[in-house]
């Protein structure tokens, strides 16, 4: 419970830097919360808004944030067997399907308390992401230089903390090197998303780590 | 950016949300196939925290938010709760740019 309470103030951190930044990009500030309320997936925001900014097409920055998104569908699969119910309980549990909520999720081993973990994170990120993300829209101004105050250092920091406790075996850790290894050496030649995407062959090196051992 | 841009992303972030709970919710998976969607999450999460540390558009570059997230890789081990990991990253991030 506390865990799940201190996910979402940190998460808010970067919720205020999503709203500062939407709205320096020219992006409403209903529709930075409309953003935040309806795609709830950060990474994918950030990087609409970021091409939004750069002056790139709509039809882009959709594309874009919906390849970054499609990591979802992995998270998803991992967590189906603790995602069951009604359909309309499946359906909000879609929703709030995110990093977070993942994460905290399949770092537990006994189901009831992931499906816990699953709930209460997504709950609580999904209400401070929001508040902050209105909060960092009309308090942009005012908090100024997000790069000043190492906001941008939040967001992979803040990934980083989700995928410390993922990694519990050399298997796992093989696919994380090997994940970032293929996003990085895509990165300079291909559109945004897609090296998050190719990253999921990092599992190929978690599978020749688990043959090794 | 247009409601119609913004409805878009949702409906698409949607559906690749529903994936998992909408079509596999609740079923136990093979154990082999379980292991393997397990290494998943690893991967994709290593390589967010790679581009975003790293990735400027398509330029890889070394600036103050490496030494944020090194910072921050620290307090991981350490086993420093999340909110530490961030505040320690943004801490690092700031000082060294007030500095450099």
Same mark, same amino acid.
């Given at each position: ?7 979402g ?11 500062v ?21 950060g ?7 970021g ?15 919906l ?14 067997p ?17 990093d ?16 816990r ?9 999904f209400?401070c992401w929001?508040?902050a ?20 250092a939040?967001?992979?920091?803040g990934?980083?903390?989700l ?21 990085l ?29 | 950016?247009?409601w ?16 998992g709970?909408?079509?596999?919710g ?10 393997? *969607?397990? #290494?998943?999450p /690893?991967?994709?999460?290593?390589? %967010? +925290? !790679? ?6 558009? &398509?330029? =890889?570059?070394?600036d ?11 307090? *991981?081990? #350490?086993?420093? /709760?999340?909110?530490?990991?961030? %505040? +320690? !990253? ?6 060294? &740019?007030? =500095?450099?």
């Open positions: 419970m506390r865990k799940a309470l201190v996910i103030v940190a998460v808010g951190i970067y919720g205020v830097s999503f709203g930044l939407a709205v320096a990009a020219g992006v409403s500030v209903w529709q930075a919360v409309g953003l935040s309320a309806l795609v709830f997936a990474g994918s925001q950030f990087a609409a808004v091409v939004i900014a750069a002056g790139g097409a709509p039809l882009t920055a959709v594309a874009g944030g390849l970054l998104n499609s990591r979802m569908a992995a998270f998803g699969l991992a967590l189906a603790v995602l069951g119910g009604s359909v309309p309980t499946r359906m909000l549990a879609a929703h709030l399907l995110i977070e909520s993942s994460a905290m999720a399949l770092a537990e081993d006994d189901p009831r308390a992931a499906r973990a699953f709930w209460l994170t997504g709950v609580s990120v209400v929001n508040a993300t209105l909060f960092g829209a009309l308090a942009g101004s005012l908090i100024g230089d997000p790069e000043a105050i190492g906001l941008d939040a967001f992979p920091a990934f980083l903390a995928l410390g406790p993922l990694l519990t075996d050399r298997a796992a850790r093989a696919s994380a090197l090997a994940g970032a290894l293929i996003a050496a895509l990165l300079p030649f291909t559109p945004a998303g897609v090296p998050i995407l190719a990253a999921s062959a990092g599992v190929l090196g978690g599978l020749l780590a688990r043959r090794a051992a | 950016m247009s119609a841009a913004i409805l878009a992303l949702a409906a698409g972030t949607f559906l690749l949300k529903g994936v709970p909408l079509l596999a609740g079923r136990t998976m093979p154990p082999g196939l379980d292991r393997l *969607v397990r #290494l998943l /690893p991967a994709l999460l290593a390589a %967010l +925290v !790679a581009v975003q540390t790293f990735g400027d558009g &398509r330029e =890889l570059v070394l103050g938010r490496a030494v944020g997230v090194a910072a921050g890789a620290v307090a *991981v081990l #350490l086993r420093a /709760p999340f909110i530490v990991v961030v %505040l +320690v !990253a943004m801490a690092a991030a700031a000082g060294w &740019r007030a =500095l450099t």
